[in-house]
């Protein structure tokens, strides 16, 4: 029944492999990531230090644990909002029949 829902939409193929790039690999992954990089190259400017992009501890540590935490969850909210509007949009379903085939 859950699986008979996804045909409720406009379901063709390309919608799916698309809205994964755009969703996860862009939405996510590089705009979600934008603040992240941004506060650690502010930081570090502000500290005269640059940071060894090879070994991630060291470019994390620049920051606080907590300012760290919030910025990485960023890239998950930005993917969930982007997840929304192509659902939306593009398929032409409610986000609640992603999870459920209940109307509520």
Do not use: C
């Amino acid at each position: 029944m859950f699986i008979e829902q996804a045909h409720t939409g406009k379901y063709e193929g390309w919608k799916y492999i698309v809205g994964f790039l755009v969703v996860f690999v862009f939405a996510s992954q590089i705009i979600g990531a934008i603040p992240l990089m941004a506060a650690i190259v502010a930081k570090s400017a502000e500290n005269g230090e640059i940071p060894n992009l090879s070994d991630m501890n060291s470019m994390y540590s620049i920051l606080e644990s907590n300012t760290t935490l919030l910025l990485m969850l960023i890239p998950f909210v930005v993917g969930l909002i982007a997840l929304y509007f192509w659902v939306k949009k593009i398929h032409k379903q409610s986000f609640t029949s992603l999870t459920t085939i209940r109307k509520k």
